[in-house]
């Protein structure tokens, strides 16, 4: 089974990591304190805008996404054998690349996030990989809403 | 609605400061706990001992920030009608408890939309900076604005 850390990860495997289902109070509660244009506010101004409805910041979509990755990543720590050690082993994001809001994502929408692992490469600093993520939101037409190529540092296999 | 700025009001070069917001540990934890529960955004003593060496927002969280100062600031004075990506998205520096962020645009290109005449593209800089004036994060990214003329009724072409 493909794993988290940079020996144990099968790149090309396509991940489902789970679905939400966008309610009113999901888009306008991110919208109000991060996002506060009016097609993510309010109904009729979104039916009125280029998205056709109350459509969720494409910023929330990246953050659902994330964690959805991160819950995903908890689940197979807790198979590991070493919890705290494997957990330690995690680090930050540099950056992401390429990410493409291409359908809105409208309230009633159930999404759906996958994640496929494209690279495993050496980082500048020793003793950390830098893997490369495609991820990807999929709505319940089998359209992608979203998809964006994510930089993440993972700690290398470390001598007992 | 009356005095929005339109896709023909922007050029090349035009670099905007705009807002002002106070993070707070409270608000990186709420947001990690729904978004992005890693434990470096959770617990403080935790992520002393890491990489990041203290409690830190969400990239996410960063982006959200950006994106509230830049709403007020930008695109809810203008007829902006979204964006339909973002080329790329760096974090530099961790961002953390009582930073106080502004945000900073530049307009490096502007075209006419190909396939919409009413409306026009500017790609454009974006940054977020600390009170240090250090940029933790910047990216690249497209905005639709609705033009003040469509070009089918004699716009200015660019």
């Given at each position: 089974?493909?794993?988290?850390?940079?020996?144990?990860?099968e790149t090309g495997e396509?991940?489902?990591?789970?679905?939400?289902?966008?309610t009113r109070d999901l888009i306008v509660g991110f919208?109000?304190?991060?996002?506060?244009?009016?097609?993510?506010?309010?109904e009729e101004a979104g039916r009125n805008s280029l998205f056709k409805g109350l459509a969720?910041?494409?910023?929330?979509?990246?953050?659902?996404?994330?964690?959805?990755?991160?819950?995903?990543?908890?689940?197979?720590?807790?198979?590991?054998?070493?919890?705290?050690?494997?957990?330690?082993?995690l680090g930050p994001s540099p950056g992401q690349r390429n990410i493409r809001w291409m359908k809105p994502a409208l309230m009633g929408d159930t999404l759906a996030f996958y994640a496929t692992r494209t690279a495993v490469e050496d980082w500048k600093k020793p003793g950390w990989a830098l893997t490369t993520v495609l991820s990807e939101i999929v709505n319940q037409r089998?359209?992608?809403a979203c998809s964006f190529e994510g930089l993440g540092l993972v700690r290398k296999r470390q001598d007992p | 609605m009356a005095d929005l700025l339109h896709w023909e009001d922007f050029?090349?070069?035009?670099?905007?400061?705009?807002?002002?917001?106070t993070v707070t540990e409270e608000e990186i934890v709420a947001f990690a706990e729904e978004y992005d529960p890693q434990r470096f955004h959770l617990d403080d003593a935790y992520a002393r001992t890491t990489i990041l060496g203290g409690i830190c927002a969400s990239g996410w969280h960063s982006a959200g920030i950006w994106m509230r100062l830049f709403s007020d600031g930008y695109a809810n004075r203008a007829a902006s009608l979204g964006s339909p990506g973002v080329d790329e998205i760096r974090w530099f520096k961790p961002v953390r408890?009582?930073?106080?962020?502004?945000?900073?645009?530049?307009?490096?290109?502007?075209?006419?939309?190909?396939?919409?005449?009413?409306?026009?593209?500017?790609t454009m800089k974006h940054q977020l900076l600390n009170a240090a004036g250090e940029v933790v994060m910047e990216m690249h990214s497209t905005q639709m604005l609705r033009r003040r003329t469509a070009l089918a009724t004699g716009g200015e072409r660019v």
């Open positions: 089974m493909t794993g988290l850390l940079p020996e144990d990860i396509r991940i489902r990591l789970g679905e939400t289902h966008l919208a109000a304190k991060f996002d506060p244009q009016p097609f993510h506010l309010d969720a910041s494409g910023w929330q979509l990246c953050a659902l996404w994330m964690g959805h990755y991160v819950r995903w990543r908890e689940g197979i720590i807790q198979s590991y054998p070493d919890p705290e050690g494997v957990r330690a082993r089998g359209e992608t | 050029e090349v070069g035009q670099v905007f400061d705009y807002g002002s917001y408890p009582g930073d106080v962020l502004t945000g900073r645009s530049e307009i490096l290109a502007r075209r006419a939309s190909n396939s919409r005449p009413d409306l026009g593209l500017n």
